[in-house]
């Protein structure tokens, strides 16, 4: 087995799993793999490489934690995201009915919380208090950004919690910090499974399918759209500009577009694009306006920065080490504006920004049922004794994956791909815009 795939685990997993009730056909067995690769090329009969495949995720038969003795702890971390709650709903309650784990911690404000617990008491969490957090927004345990290279330090509190178990939902900073986490707990030769379950809005994540709110995101996002759209089309030379969420991967602003199909222009962090000459955005957006009287442009919040910032190495970064930004969305608006008054053409334009709006709205019923099976899963996998991982979905089915591997690229949408170039006739865009390699 390719060694990037492999998971950790605490030792021999021992005590019968008290889903036995549920009958041997519920459990998986640690051989079950889920191919990474998939394809078979009929003209060269190449198949797939078993080498590179996941750890299937699911019950085991045995538990390497006896449950009356475990006491797990959740932490969430970053920014806000659909789901949250929907996720730590799905780990308590599993815990505490499908293993009989009653002592459950919520750590409040991700790892600061877990730094400053005379600050931040921990809250004693159990079925009851997460009934209905589902329906909400945000994440009843608060969040924050940063902390997570304080490793000494929380390795402490846990060991002076005795907690057996950490849950960590964040984003590849709060998975990082994890891992750092996990390397203190082997130095001090400690038996505490740290599990992962990836949140991030932009769905910029590798080896997993999809990460959960992404679908809520870019749903929400269309209502943005429809909006701007709407607005565009009412007044003369009208113009509806949307900036999305979308950092260094254009997912969102992406995924919005192709559902609505009413986006003329859409920018990505993955491709850069030219503003000026005859080959500039602001010329064909002239053309579309003088042709059509209206036009919708999405904008993810990453792209442009090229153009925006010429030394990156200046620009500030936030708690999580996240260069901060330009507002690409005030700036485009901006140029917009000076470029049609300096051709003497009256545009109305309407700018749209509903990323906070998206960020705490509660998760849509695909994105729930996505959150339920990663909380079950999380605690199927730390019950087990393993450790250093997230809990993933690939080709349709639920895996374990190694922290480190997930952590180890970041995912970006393919200009090259079927999807750009579906992208591209749906918003029938100029190709020349582009500096595609």
């Known amino acids: ?51 590179f495949s996941f750890e299937k995720a699911g019950p085991r038969k045995r538990m390497f934690f006896e449950p009356n003795n475990t006491k797990a702890a959740i932490v969430t971390c970053g920014g806000l995201c659909p789901g949250i709650n929907d996720v730590i709903r799905a780990i308590v309650r599993e815990l505490y009915f499908g293993y009989g784990v009653h002592s459950i911690l919520g750590i409040p404000y991700g790892y600061n919380g877990l730094i400053n617990l005379h600050k931040y008491k921990p809250i004693p969490l159990n079925p009851e208090y997460v ?59 400690l038996k505490i499974s740290v599990v992962g379950v990836p949140k991030t809005i932009d769905n910029d ?29 009412n007044a003369p030379m009208g113009i509806g500009l949307v900036k999305l969420m979308g950092r260094h991967s254009g997912f969102i602003a992406t995924n919005a577009t ?38 919708v442009i999405c904008m993810a919040e990453g792209a442009g920065q090229d153009i925006l910032v010429a030394d990156a190495a200046n620009q500030e970064t936030d708690a999580s080490n996240n260069v901060k930004l330009e507002d690409v969305g005030l700036w485009m608006k901006d140029r917009i ?21 998206i960020r705490s709205a509660p998760a849509c019923p695909n994105d729930s049922i996505y959150c339920l099976l990663l909380g079950q899963n ?60």
């Not at 959960?212 to 749903?219: K, L, N, R, Y």
């Open 205 to 233: 994540i590798s080896y997993i399918q999809s990460s959960f709110g992404f679908e809520t995101a870019f749903s929400l996002a269309t209502d943005a759209i429809t909006c701007a759209s709407i607005e565009a089309d």
């Open 131 to 189: 009934d209905n957090i589902h329906t909400m927004g945000g994440t009843v345990l608060g969040s924050s950004r940063g902390g997570g290279d304080k490793v000494k330090e929380m390795v402490d509190n846990l060991e002076f919690l005795e907690v057996n178990i950490l849950f960590t939902i964040g984003g590849d900073g709060t998975l990082k910090g994890a891992h750092g986490l996990i390397e203190e707990i082997e130095r001090r030769g």
């Open 258 to 295: 192709l559902a609505m199909n009413d986006v003329n222009f859409v920018f990505v962090p993955e491709v850069p694009f030219k503003m000026d000459g005859p080959d500039g955005f602001l010329f064909a957006l002239e053309k579309r306006l003088l042709a059509r009287d209206h036009a």
């Open 337 to 357: 504006v000076e470029y049609f008054k300096s051709r003497s053409l009256e545009v109305n334009l309407k700018y749209i920004d509903p990323s906070y709006m």
């Open 1 to 51: 087995m390719n060694k990037q795939f492999v998971i950790k685990d605490l030792g021999k997993a021992t005590f019968t799993s008290p889903s036995f009730n549920l009958g041997p056909s519920s459990f998986v067995d640690d051989e079950e793999r889920v191919l990474h690769d998939v394809i078979y090329n009929q003209n060269t009969k190449k198949m797939p490489d078993p080498e």
């Open 378 to 437: 999380a605690v199927h996998a730390a019950m087990a004794g393993k450790t250093d991982l997230i809990i993933g979905r690939w080709n349709n089915m639920y895996t374990h994956v190694p922290i480190t591997l997930a952590t180890s690229e970041r995912k970006y949408l393919n200009p090259n791909s079927v999807f750009w170039r579906n992208l591209m006739s749906a918003t029938r865009q100029p190709l020349e815009i582009f500096d595609i390699k």
